[in-house]
């Protein structure tokens, strides 16, 4: 479908509507000012708005006052018809004339013809309120704040890096790393910058590069702070299901991220995640019980730390062996499970 062109007499004094021809993501490709009725849509010349569609007939639709003085439309010569979106909507065959539906004064209405939409906003609907562009500004804008994230993210990934290689191989771990981290990082923002620019055409580069280095420092701080406090207070079960805060993360990346994607629709987005999140939890919990037969992921924490660092009072050896005792009658009675299946 080309481009439109826009015909009709010139005319002066106060719009009675605005006639707007919307893309394929909502947004407004041309808009026409209504100065009287009858307003005619079709390919013919003659027409107010003149549509490239080839679905459309030359003399599609005519909208105008009835009889009774209230805003219809009509159907003109055409094999498609138009189609009027509302609770009250209908489809009108060639010929059909029908009032436009009732809708809240903040909702224009909105007609289907061809493979061409448009709304029709009246002078005397409501405009809806400004929305604030705060997130977004206050995720886009500050190239030394991400410069800052980028190289905090950095000193974290590499430190780790350190702890976990030896020493003799520790120039090599870092250059792969580096290689690594930054290949990954690229694609995962490149990905959701393409996304961006074909929903909204705008790329937002630096939005989705924030909201990743934000949730991997995220996930590091929930990683090393749920294994530091487990050890100092003997909480294991902060470990076991670290998971759980740990898909709040991914949740959260993915809600961030979706938002300069579809930023028209904060519920749904944000529906999205969570269930995106409670649905990750649950696998996890579903699986764990059938590989261990326990809702947790570890079966004992690998994380040590210095004993400087435990807070909590140790145990005492007749409580420990008591424990001891108490555990091996659990798996004596998991040994014999096997064999009393068979």
């Not at 708005?49 to 009774?68: E, F, K, M, Q, S």
């Not at 061809?114 to 500004?137: D, K």
């Not at 909590?312 to 014999?336: H, I």
């Amino acid at each position: 479908m080309g481009e439109m062109t826009v015909a009709g007499p010139l005319r002066v004094g106060t719009p009675l509507a605005v006639l707007e021809v919307l893309d394929r993501d909502g947004f407004v490709r041309q808009s026409v000012k209504v100065m009287a009725w009858p307003l005619r849509v079709g390919r013919a010349l003659d027409n107010d708005l003149v549509l490239d569609d080839p679905y459309t007939a030359p003399h599609h639709l005519v909208i105008g006052r009835d009889a009774n003085g209230q805003l219809a439309v009509t159907a003109g010569d055409s094999v498609n018809g138009v189609q009027i979106e509302g609770p009250t909507g209908r489809a009108l065959a060639a010929g059909e004339a029908v009032p436009l539906p009732a809708a809240p004064q903040d909702r224009p209405a909105q007609l289907w013809l061809g493979r061409t939409h448009l709304r029709l906003r009246l002078a005397s609907q409501v405009l809806a309120p400004e929305q604030a562009l705060v997130g977004a500004r206050e995720l886009t804008q500050g190239a030394l704040s991400l410069a800052v994230l980028v190289l905090l993210t950095a000193a974290v990934l590499g430190f780790n890096t350190w702890l976990e290689s030896e020493p003799d191989l520790l120039t090599k771990a870092l250059a792969s790393f580096a290689i690594s981290a930054l290949g990954i990082g690229l694609a995962w923002s490149g990905v959701w910058t393409l996304l961006s620019k074909v929903f909204t055409r705008q790329g937002h580069f630096g939005w989705h590069l924030r909201v990743m280095l934000m949730a991997v420092l995220a996930w590091q701080a929930l990683m090393a702070g749920t294994a530091l406090l487990a050890f100092a207070f003997s909480w294991p079960w902060l470990t076991d299901f670290n998971f759980v805060p740990a898909y709040a993360i991914l949740g959260a990346m993915l809600y961030f991220h979706l938002q300069a994607v579809e930023p028209q629709h904060p519920r749904r987005t944000l529906g999205f995640a969570l269930g995106s999140a409670t649905i990750g939890v649950l696998l996890s919990v579903w699986f764990n019980l059938q590989a261990t037969d326990r809702a947790g992921s570890e079966l004992y924490m690998n994380h040590l730390f210095p004993p400087a660092l435990r807070v909590a009072k140790p145990v005492e050896v007749p409580e420990f062996m008591q424990g001891v005792a108490d555990l091996q009658s659990r798996l004596d009675a998991k040994a014999r499970k096997p064999d009393a299946e068979e």
